[in-house]
């Protein structure tokens, strides 16, 4: 009998420990990685700087815009049991390494914390205005950002900042993570955060209240963030975009008809040159320390960059992958 229980224990440890490594080693796909650009920003030019998730700075030199804006990345102890709060020293840092002294807007792809916690202590210490859905906005106020300080997503119209026009287009949510069969909490076909939501909050509260893309127009480039592995059929064929920044979470467990029309509605559909996969790392796991891969448990990020990694080879499109905090000029 108690050799059975030893067994058993045994056995899911070493299942649990597989479940949670994570699920591509990124020294397979080294050669993809760019190298980190640290000049100054030339004229007519725009440096990204990805922090890990969704979370994309764009900087022309003149103005910042900041995608999502996750930084405090909760270990899942506290994703799990506890409640969740914006590390404020850790963002200061980030301010202060990242120079984001003209940050002037914080767009919110969906209210999952994992996309919008840090959005209202972000818009505090830099004085940018969030935009986002109604959901994100109940963030907002239930950190006491400034109602001036916050502006409801309109999809289709353009917003003017400095030379970057940014467009917010309706999409869908990445399918529901399922475990043993079943949803998790934080999975979407919630309705939205109807009332302030204040921090320290539990993540099932971080509800989706809608998902959107991101069109950044800039100098004569064009840029379109995706940051949820999910399509609205032909939502994006009258986006045209040079470099596509694609959310990949959970697209190497799809099936490959969701694969195919996944990257036809995005790629294929916007005539992009270049991707550049994003939330394709475990966001438990600090950006302090190199991004590592999902974990198995929710993820084969192997097979999702080996997907696109033979589409883009097919099509003669560039893909590049960032480490954390590593920029790009593009
Ligand atoms: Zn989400």
Redesign the pocket.
Known sequence: MRKLIYFSLISISLCSCKAFKPSANLSDFESYFAEEKLDSIQKNAIKVTFFGTSTLLFDDGENQIIIDGFFSRPPVGKVAFGKVKSDESLIRQIIEKHSIKTLKGIFVC?S?Y??AMDAPLLSQLTGAKIYGSSSTLNLGKGEKVSETNMELFEPGKRINIGDFQITVINSK??PPFKLLGKSNA?APNHPNIDEPLQQPAKVDHYI?GGTYDIYIECNGKRFLVKA?TNYIEGALKNYPCDVFFLGTAMLGIQHNEFQENYYNETISATRAKTVIPIHWDNFMHPISKPLIALPNISDNVTAGFNFLLNKTKADNIKLQLLQGETSVVL
């Open positions: 969906h999952h994992d996309h949510h990445t934080t989706e949820s």
